[in-house]
């Protein structure tokens, strides 16, 4: 069935406020690592980066070993927070709802595990309504793995959401509009969005907007 409108999420500062399961995760690992553990400030410069810039940030071992030991780990750990305190945004999962029930189709695009993607969509009762998705398997440059996805998904008219540099870089690499996230972790980042937005109840319409080619009054 052809694809008419098709919206892309990324997870981490856009639909999953990660800070809530990410900081706990992080403490126990790094305590079984003997590492600092990271302030919030520092975590969230990382989400959306590859693996290697905490391990900087953390003074670890250059070892591509050790390092793939530590992530196996973090992501084993945040998989099991995600299922004790795992929160989306305020309005994120009734703006999917509204979208989904606008006949938009709802993918995710994040530089996650499969596992980390898998237990968010299954959390937050969403397996059932991602149509499509891809994540750091599929390659380190979200501008070539979004590429992928609308390859596969071949939609008609597409539209990015997310918080980060990343996203706006891999929306405008593929031609698509960007709704940007200033609730996320790097709002200084997406100031050439094409809307911005301040909470999560405003994403349905943002994204219904962007997709019309229109300019959504929040008032």
Known sequence: MAIKN???????????KTEVMSLASFRVVCAEYALPVPDMQTLSQTYGANEQTLMDLLGAPQDEAYRKRFYARIDEEESRQMRLVGQCYEG??????????????LALCSMCSNRYLETFCDHFGLRDEIAFWRTEAWGSDKRLVLA????????????????????????????????????????????????????????????????????????
């Open 148 to 219: 992928d996805l609308l390859q596969e998904a071949k939609p008609e008219r597409a539209v990015m959401v997310g918080d980060r540099a990343y996203d706006l870089l891999a929306a405008e690499y593929n031609g698509l509009g960007f709704v940007g996230c200033n609730y996320g972790y790097a709002p200084h980042e997406i100031a050439r969005a094409d809307c911005l937005i301040s909470s999560g109840a405003e994403l349905a319409q943002a994204v219904l907007c962007a997709l019309a080619s229109e300019t959504p009054n929040f008032n």
């Open 92 to 105: 994120v999962l009734e703006s999917l709802r509204k979208l989904r029930d606008a006949g938009v189709t």
């Open 6 to 16: 098709l919206a892309i999420f990324d997870i981490d500062g856009t639909l999953h």
